[in-house]
């Protein structure tokens, strides 16, 4: 039996609308010792038995495909909520989309782990789903935007966050969460241009070059994500 971080059985939650795909996952990771609580094909049910079953880990698709609807909109919608409602749930997205800025908007809805379907194995989900549980972030290098320095590269360390001050990690974790500056100078209460002045001092401590590898750096370190109104 696989244990989640409090010691107690790992129990999963399955959006995935592709019948023979889901069944496989459920024998998968039943096999592997966890408990699936919910299988489920659209969002409104899995996020109604999220509620209900109280997983550790919603392992979510960004497609599904309903009548006359198409795209990933569904899927981020659900990991948004997740993060918002749920922040108890870890999200570990299994998708098909391999496009950098796909993969940094999945970290900025709340997402704590990311795999491609297209190049990865059943051992590989089921320690995916063992890792997020345990409550580590499993952030696909390969995948960031190509023009930005490779996080691997910036040897940030965890204490890098004893560099900034607590107002410049309090913006830190806005950005995290997908916020923009002028939603962070709301929720503050302080103005655009000094949020614009934290994010810079943050850019020079940290090293990031872009917003989306910071939103992503800033999951690595654990900062915490405040839920946006």
Known sequence: MELNAT?????????EDQQVFRESLVALLEGAGMKVVARCAETGTFLSNVRAAAPDVAVVDLRLEHVGREGTEDGLSALKYLHDFHPRVRALVLSGYQAPDMVERCFQAGAAGYLCKLNVGCDDVVRAVERVARGERLLPVDMLQAN?????????????LSRLTLREREVLGYVAAGADNLKIAAHLGITERTV????????RKLGPENRAQLAVLACELGVTRPVLA
Do not use: C, F, M, Q
């Not at 490779?150 to 204490?159: E, K, Q, R």
């Open 7 to 15: 010691g107690r059985e790992i129990r999963v939650a399955l959006l």
């Open 148 to 160: 930005a320095i490779p996080l691997d590269n910036l040897h940030v360390p965890a204490s890098a």
């Open 196 to 203: 614009k002045a934290h994010l810079t001092s943050i850019y």
